[in-house]
């Protein structure tokens, strides 16, 4: 009948409705459920392959996880926070051995081809770092993280990025090759910047380790009775820095068991060689002429020539440099043994008009109260000592410690000039070797 084929045909509509509504109502939740999670996952893999750099978006917050999220949620977090490990574990270094492993789907090959690049290397250690682990013991991991977070965050924001952490010892660079290729007149500007960040990175790591005094302000959370409160509560930490530029070979070094991704080049090791050498020079900082010509002039103008050598395994002689950071009239403190060095050159001073200085010049300049004026006189010291006039070298130099007596630069060139008797070596080529690693 009419009646009920119109009930059969609104039974039908309503069943068809329903099957429709439920069928869109499963595919949103298996879309927002299995699908969505797993785009997601499969985005955030192919953005790491494209840009294994890449800053991924924040974790969720645990709470939410364990709150009952599903399977998916939880494997596309565990993706995120792997994703991070990576980041961290292998660095800036690291960048490409990611992304040819993401973006490959064959077998994992840690191994990838080394690249040349352009690169400014700075190198610190933490002084008396022996003496610091065996009073420390368990909170030396504390006291070292502590030194690594303050190190990392400047070098960090001035554009850089940690490569090795060495126990006592860290391995920093900036590259340059990216700011190589930018177009116009503005890449060297972009260089001559990145030189002065990664310089003043240095200097604020250096000025926040002296604000922050000795050892139990770097060890927030140890144990109050911890054994080496008694005896290394006053404990001075101090770092030593190199900066140098050059080229370096970027790739893996190890094996399939174990890889790190690092830099291969002798302008490593020179970064090195500099730190080592500050404990000589008795300076924090000291820097490579390589690295001081890529700074721009203003900041040039603050350094200062500390000597001329060859380092370990190089022939190749290089002025080396100290950023003065205080001002000259700040060094009035003089350091141990100035006043017995003084009197040495003064016993084994000749008369200064035969060395060739003018007294009355050299007076008026230190009096001038003009840095660059002031400055003049030490560069004067220098250069005699250079040419091998040892005899005006130590009347200028004597002269200036007398004005600045707390100056370390020229207290260390002055003693290495009485070492050799205030006369230049037989055969003086304007530079000497430096032995020690």
Known sequence: TQNTAMHSFIMTVFVTVLLATLSMLFSRDAYNIMIRPIEKMKHTVQQLSENPLLHLEKLKNQKNIDSGESETDMLEQAITKMARLLQIGFGSAGA????????????????????????????????????????????????????????????????????????????????????????????GDLKKDLYDS???????IIHEIKQMGNLSAFLDGADENAPWRSTLEDFKVN?????????????????????????????????????????QFRVPLLMSEAFVKGLTGSTQSNCRRVDSVTFKGSSEPMHIFHY??????????????????????????????????????????????KVALARQVYEMGFLSYMDGNWEKSTIILSLWLKAFPGDQVAHVLLERIRGCGFKAPEGWMGYHALTEK
């Open 96 to 187: 490409e051995i990611i992304a040819n492993n993401l973006s490959d789907g064959g077998e994992l090959n840690p191994m990838v081809p080394g690249s040349k690049i352009d690169a400014i290397f700075g190198f610190c250690d933490i002084r008396e770092f022996t003496f610091a682990t065996e009073g420390l013991q368990e909170d030396v991991m504390l006291f070292v993280n502590k030194i690594a977070e303050i190190t990392h965050k400047y070098v960090v924001k001035s554009g850089g990025a940690p490569n090795k952490n060495i126990g006592d010892a860290f391995l920093l660079v900036w590259k340059l090759t990216d700011t190589a290729s930018v177009a116009g007149g503005g890449g």
């Open 239 to 279: 770092m030593g820095f190199g900066l140098h530029t050059g080229w370096a070979i970027e790739g893996s070094i190890g094996s399939q068991v174990k890889v790190d991704a690092s830099y291969l080049s002798p302008h490593v090791n020179l970064a090195s060689r500099l730190e080592a050498a500050t404990k």
């Open 324 to 369: 003065d950071a205080e001002p000259f009239d700040a060094l009035v403190k003089p350091h141990e043994g100035l006043e017995e060095l003084l009197e040495e050159c003064d016993a084994q001073r000749c008369d200064a008009e035969r060395a060739g200085v003018d007294l009355a010049e050299v007076s008026s300049l230190l009096a001038s109260h």
């Open 198 to 204: 990664a310089l003043y990175s240095f200097l604020r």
